[in-house]
């Protein structure tokens, strides 16, 4: 099944396209027409003439040449025929962004299902109703119907985000735009009438762009083909995903002992456990996990800790985390050891965690960076650096930066604090260097990265086990 | 295949006497068929049945009402622990079904499972159940108060492999018990994978079965026993 039309478009319908500019199909016609979208965008409206200096044409089958995608913003009384109309001009794929639908019971689910039953057997796919679409900033498709004053898009990054929530979606995509976090696609997918958090996935399995998949789900309705989509991604890359309403009591017949220990979140946990899948029990660990995923290399085998601070405190906290999570600090090779001692104060102890003390400076940093981080006993660095202090300038984002380039070892900062950490935050973030405002959050993103390692050596070791077993 | 269709008969044959869960024997002879090591057992009809079989067995023994009305057997005095000797087991029989009569007078009684009394051990949970989302799945948990307090257990979607069995077994807060504590030999951590594979594939085999108990499972130095089983079928099954 070929999803690219969604995302590689080379001409575009927009189904009620309006000249009133806070309709949405205004918006999104907007969207493609003020863009650097390369391709044709075509209004569909039978009451107007031209809309922005466009020609309009009544119906999509009135559309010169070929339509890849049809983005509908029109009431749900009116989308069945459209939907006629898009299986009879041979459209590729459609977007439905009007509500009205499953989602509001009796009428509205049998229009739903009357447009399930029009696209069987056609070759059109369907992403939504009742949702806000894709976000593509690659080929610059934006169907999302909110003014970007409002709803600012992200720029382009390695991380594809899926949610089944429009307006969750929306919220982390203008968040996600303050923080500096590039997004590969976004595709909110409603009421999923045709497309699926297990296309997609099977899609974003093979996207050169893609280097992390987050998803937002509340249900997921083909759950094995889900478990199966997500094992394929996983050999590429990490799948983060937030799952709502894991707290909701499982209604199941207790005439076992395991059936009334086997709540529906213990099961999507273990589901999840045994696919690879990471599970974000917060928003904030969703994209926590997924830029550290999607930034930094994997560790290799060894996996242990080196806590780089000026911030006493920070440090033992982060410790505490890291103990906590049962993973461990690293012991410094005596060539570390040597190389600190003839370079740190004499008050600073050179042990993991490595405290560089108030006074360290950039240089100082990164003559420590450099020592640990080609340490063989570290596999991953902690950097906290805590920039209420005058030591310390903004170029310590390149000495973070260069050490995590050289070394190529996964490597995250924890920094908390006002206007000048968050310029520095951003900074690294524009370096693909994950920070975060606790050791509790850094240390979680870290755990993220050893736990998708084991899930990759875990495929590893399945893979020579069936080399083993088939001469 | 010969196993697979024993086992499907079995099933099969509840189901249509309108049975919602297998007897004892049934479900112990279902476990046999997947590798899963049960206890040696005997049905007996009466006394002298019993106590010829339980010579045959070796002491001790324990004996299991059969029938199909109940389910929970401890609950109904149908279980009696620990029959250390041929006079001690003379005793227990008429008592056994002497209290499920009481408790329960119109429950059928099928006979009496007479089994081999297992050695304390390590105490585990498996258990199987039929997801409405993901389809059969296996549960892992350490026995006792780790299971009924803390919930210490955990799930895996079928198929489980060795790998998925051992981090399984990895993941839970008790598991280094099984390691060995106080002194303790190490359980055998192979047999338990085995089961938990077992239990895999007999839960993707059978698509009648919702809901299986194997509580507990005696974890050994050498070896597991599995000195309970319950399965429940899906006809009665409202969750699903």
């Given at each position: 099944?070929?999803?690219?039309?969604?995302?590689?478009?080379?001409?575009?319908?927009?189904?009620?396209?309006?000249?009133?500019?806070?309709?949405?199909?205004?918006?999104?016609?907007?969207?493609?027409?003020?863009?650097?979208?390369?391709?044709?965008?075509?209004?569909?409206?039978?009451?107007?003439?031209?809309?922005?200096?466009?020609?309009?044409?009544?119906?999509?089958?009135?559309?010169?040449?070929?339509?890849?995608?049809?983005?509908?913003?029109?009431?749900?009384?009116?989308?069945?025929?459209?939907?006629?109309?898009?299986?009879?001009?041979?459209?590729?794929?459609?977007?439905?962004?009007?509500?009205?639908?499953?989602?509001?019971?009796?009428?509205?689910?049998?229009?739903?299902?009357?447009?399930?039953?029009?696209?069987?057997?056609?070759?059109?796919?369907?992403?939504?109703?009742?949702?806000?679409?894709?976000?593509?900033?690659?080929?610059?498709?934006?169907?999302?119907?909110?003014?970007?004053?409002?709803?600012?898009?992200?720029?382009?990054?390695?991380?594809?985000?899926?949610?089944?929530?429009?307006?969750f979606g929306a919220a982390v995509l203008d968040w996600a735009t303050s923080q500096e976090i590039g997004i590969s696609k976004?595709?909110?997918?409603?009421?999923?009438?045709?497309?699926?958090?297990?296309?997609?996935?099977?899609?974003?399995?093979?996207?050169?762009?893609?280097?992390?998949?987050?998803?937002?789900?509340?249900?997921?309705?083909?759950?094995?083909?889900?478990?199966?989509?997500?094992?394929?991604?996983?050999?590429?890359?990490?799948?983060?995903?937030?799952?709502?309403?894991?707290?909701?009591?499982?209604?199941?017949?207790?005439?076992?002992?395991?059936?009334?220990?086997?709540?529906?979140?213990?099961?999507?946990?273990?589901?999840?456990?045994?696919?690879?899948?990471?599970?974000?029990?917060?928003?904030?660990?969703?994209?926590?996990?997924?830029?550290?995923?999607?930034?930094?290399?994997?560790?290799?085998?060894?996996?242990?800790?080196?806590?780089?601070?000026?911030?006493?405190?920070?440090?033992?906290?982060?410790?505490?985390?890291?103990?906590?999570?049962?993973?461990?600090?690293?012991?410094?090779?005596?060539?570390?050891?040597?190389?600190?001692?003839?370079?740190?104060?004499?008050?600073?102890?050179?042990?993991?965690?490595?405290?560089?003390?108030?006074?360290?400076?950039?240089?100082?940093?990164?003559?420590?960076?450099?020592?640990?981080?080609?340490?063989?006993?570290?596999?991953?660095?902690?950097?906290?650096?805590?920039?209420?202090?005058?030591?310390?300038?903004?170029?310590?984002?390149?000495?973070?930066?260069?050490?995590?380039?050289?070394?190529?070892?996964?490597?995250?900062?924890?920094?908390?604090?006002?206007?000048?950490?968050?310029?520095?935050?951003?900074?690294?973030?524009?370096?693909?260097?994950?920070?975060?405002?606790?050791?509790?959050?850094?240390?979680?993103?870290?755990?993220?990265?050893?736990?998708?390692?084991?899930?990759?050596?875990?495929?590893?070791?399945?893979?020579?086990?069936?080399?083993?077993?088939?001469? | 295949?010969?196993?697979?269709?024993?086992?499907?008969?079995?099933?099969?044959?509840?189901?249509?006497?309108?049975?919602?869960?297998?007897?004892?024997?049934?479900?112990?002879?279902?476990?046999?068929?997947?590798?899963?090591?049960?206890?040696?057992?005997?049905?007996?009809?009466?006394?002298?049945?019993?106590?010829?079989?339980?010579?045959?067995?070796?002491?001790?023994?324990?004996?299991?009402?059969?029938?199909?009305?109940?389910?929970?057997?401890?609950?109904?005095?149908?279980?009696?622990?620990?029959?250390?000797?041929?006079?001690?087991?003379?005793?227990?029989?008429?008592?056994?079904?002497?209290?499920?009569?009481?408790?329960?007078?119109?429950?059928?009684?099928?006979?009496?499972?007479?089994?081999?009394?297992?050695?304390?051990?390590?105490?585990?949970?498996?258990?199987?159940?039929?997801?409405?989302?993901?389809?059969?799945?296996?549960?892992?948990?350490?026995?006792?108060?780790?299971?009924e307090v803390y919930k210490d257990v955990a799930f895996r979607v079928a198929p489980v492999d060795k790998i998925d069995a051992?981090?399984?077994?990895?993941?839970?807060?008790?598991?280094?018990?099984?390691?060995?504590?106080?002194?303790?030999?190490?359980?055998?951590?192979?047999?338990?994978?085995?089961?938990?594979?077992?239990?895999?594939?007999?839960?993707?085999?059978?698509?009648?079965?919702?809901?299986?108990?194997?509580?507990?499972?005696?974890?050994?130095?050498?070896?597991?026993?599995?000195?309970?089983?319950?399965?429940?079928?899906?006809?009665?099954?409202?969750?699903?």
């Amino acid at each position: 099944m070929d999803l690219e039309p969604f995302f590689k478009p080379k001409t575009v319908a927009v189904v009620g396209a309006s000249r009133k500019p806070r309709k949405f199909g205004h918006v999104i016609f907007k969207n493609f027409v003020d863009s650097e979208f390369e391709g044709a965008v075509y209004p569909i409206n039978p009451e107007a003439e031209t809309i922005l200096g466009l020609k309009a044409y009544p119906s999509v089958v009135d559309v010169p040449g070929e339509l890849d995608l049809t983005v509908i913003a029109v009431p749900a009384p009116k989308v069945p025929s459209i939907v006629d109309d898009c299986v009879s001009k041979g459209v590729k794929a459609a977007v439905i962004i009007s509500g009205g639908f499953k989602e509001i019971g009796g009428e509205g689910a049998k229009l739903e299902s009357s447009i399930k039953e029009k696209i069987e057997g056609s070759s059109l796919r369907i992403i939504g109703p009742n949702c806000i679409g894709v976000y593509d900033p690659v080929n610059h498709v934006d169907t999302l119907f909110l003014p970007k004053y409002r709803l600012r898009r992200p720029k382009q990054g390695p991380i594809a985000f899926i949610s089944q929530s429009g307006a969750f979606g929306a919220a982390v995509l203008d968040w996600a735009t303050s923080q500096e976090i590039g997004i590969s696609k976004f595709i909110s997918i409603g009421n999923k009438v045709d497309v699926d958090e297990v296309d997609l996935l099977n899609y974003l399995a093979d996207d050169p762009h893609t280097k992390c998949v987050t998803l937002y789900v509340e249900g997921i309705s083909r759950g094995r083909a889900f478990l199966d989509a997500a094992k394929k991604t996983l050999k590429n890359k990490p799948v983060v995903v937030l799952k709502g309403g894991m707290t909701k009591a499982g209604a199941r017949a207790t005439m076992s002992h395991t059936g009334s220990l086997a709540g529906s979140a213990q099961i999507y946990e273990g589901a999840f456990k045994g696919a690879g899948i990471i599970a974000a029990q917060t928003v904030d660990e969703l994209f926590d996990y997924a830029r550290a995923l999607a930034y930094q290399p994997m560790p290799g085998s060894q996996k242990n800790v080196a806590i780089v601070t000026n911030g006493g405190g920070f440090g033992v906290i982060s410790a505490d985390e890291i103990s906590r999570r049962g993973l461990g600090l690293a012991e410094f090779s005596s060539n570390t050891l040597e190389r600190l001692r003839a370079n740190l104060p004499d008050y600073a102890i050179p042990h993991d965690p490595l405290d560089l003390v108030g006074d360290a400076d950039v240089e100082r940093y990164r003559m420590a960076l450099d020592a640990v981080s080609s340490d063989p006993n570290v596999g991953i660095i902690l950097v906290i650096v805590l920039l209420q202090t005058s030591f310390i300038e903004s170029d310590v984002v390149d000495a973070i930066s260069e050490a995590s380039l050289a070394s190529g070892k996964p490597m995250v900062v924890c920094t908390i604090g006002g206007d000048f950490t968050q310029m520095l935050v951003k900074m690294l973030e524009e370096d693909h260097i994950p920070a975060y405002p606790t050791p509790g959050r850094a240390v979680s993103a870290i755990n993220s990265l050893i736990q998708y390692r084991k899930v990759q050596e875990d495929i590893e070791r399945r893979t020579q086990q069936s080399q083993v077993n088939s001469p | 295949m010969f196993a697979l269709k024993e086992c499907e008969n079995i099933i099969q044959k509840a189901l249509q006497e309108g049975r919602s869960s297998l007897l004892i024997p049934e479900s112990q002879q279902i476990c046999k068929l997947h590798h899963i090591p049960t206890p040696v057992s005997h049905v007996v009809q009466n006394v002298d049945e019993a106590a010829t079989k339980g010579k045959e067995i070796g002491f001790p023994v324990v004996l299991k009402i059969i029938s199909p009305q109940i389910l929970h057997k401890s609950d109904v005095g149908g279980v009696i622990l620990g029959i250390a000797d041929e006079t001690a087991l003379k005793k227990a029989y008429p008592k056994l079904i002497t209290e499920v009569n009481t408790h329960n007078p119109n429950a059928k009684v099928l006979g009496v499972l007479i089994e081999k009394m297992m050695s304390p051990s390590t105490e585990v949970i498996v258990g199987g159940i039929r997801d409405s989302q993901f389809g059969p799945s296996v549960m892992f948990g350490m026995g006792g108060i780790f299971t009924e307090v803390y919930k210490d257990v955990a799930f895996r979607v079928a198929p489980v492999d060795k790998i998925d069995a051992l981090n399984l077994i990895h993941e839970l807060r008790g598991s280094k018990i099984l390691e060995g504590i106080r002194g303790q030999p190490p359980a055998d951590i192979n047999a338990l994978v085995d089961v938990l594979i077992d239990v895999s594939s007999l839960m993707s085999q059978h698509n009648a079965i919702s809901q299986l108990d194997l509580n507990p499972v005696i974890a050994y130095p050498d070896g597991v026993c599995a000195v309970d089983t319950r399965i429940v079928l899906a006809k009665n099954d409202g969750g699903e």
